[in-house]
């Protein structure tokens, strides 16, 4: 499990739920699999990278007219907020695990223009 998942204790329980959306624990458990890399590793990819491919592809297909600018500013905001509530780390690490899952939506949504 990445250390991501260690709430920190000035944040109220229910801003930390919101930032996996309410998912049961076990659920994150497991979307928390690492298919490439593991918690040592700078780079990885887990099964929240699958999810983030899927949700970008998702939107896509909902909202035919939004713009690739349009689907970057709603996943960069989805990204700030867990940043604001403390789920995703101001390091090195954690602004990777960022890009990648960025990378991850904004290839999702590529896909779902063609």
Known sequence: MSSRRTKPPDVPEILWKSGDAFLPPSLVKFLDTYIVGDEHTLVYINVWSIVHLITGFFIGKVFSTLG????????TTWEFWQILIKMTKVNTRGMLDTLMDTAMFMIGFALSRN
């Open 68 to 75: 690739y600018v349009g689907a970057l500013a709603i996943h």
